[in-house]
Nanobody, 127 residues
Framework: QVQLVESGGDSVQAGGSLRLSCAAS????????MGWICQAPGKEREVIAA????????DYSGSVKGRFTISRDNAENSLYLQMDDLKPEDTAMYYC????????????????????WGQGTQVTVSS
């Protein structure tokens, strides 16, 4: 089983930036496709960013495209989410998630694609 631990969540003013990190262990990280999932109270969970195992292919939801950047460092078994131009609607719990199987790259933004989630880290954006 892969273990995932997120960090970097904080409170920030609108227009500011944060970088979330996810440390993975217990599995060959370079074999995993990875994603970031957000959930705000009373709202449905959404995969907002995803990345292929080698890092060459990325995908984003429309709400964060152009503002957030997903990346990975396989040598460090780490996943990152650079969050720029933060907006109050970005306030949510953010989860690092891993997929243990391949499938189609076009499906990486589907919630069912991911098998294991971390504990989450809270991001709060004030106006």
């Amino acid at each position: 089983q892969v273990q995932l631990v997120e960090s970097g969540g904080d409170s920030v003013q609108a227009g500011g930036s944060l970088r979330l990190s996810c440390a993975a262990s217990g599995y060959s990280f370079s074999s995993l496709r990875m994603g970031w999932i957000c959930q705000a109270p009373g709202k449905e969970r959404e995969v907002i960013a995803a990345i292929s195992n080698g890092g060459s292919v990325t995908d984003y939801s429309g709400s964060v495209k152009g503002r957030f950047t997903i990346s990975r460092d396989n040598a460090e078994n780490s996943l990152y989410l650079q969050m720029d131009d933060l907006k109050p609607e970005d306030t949510a719990m953010y989860y690092c998630a891993a997929s243990l199987w391949g499938g189609r790259l076009s499906q990486m933004l589907q919630l069912s694609y991911y098998n294991t989630w971390g504990q989450g880290t809270q991001v709060t954006v004030s106006s």
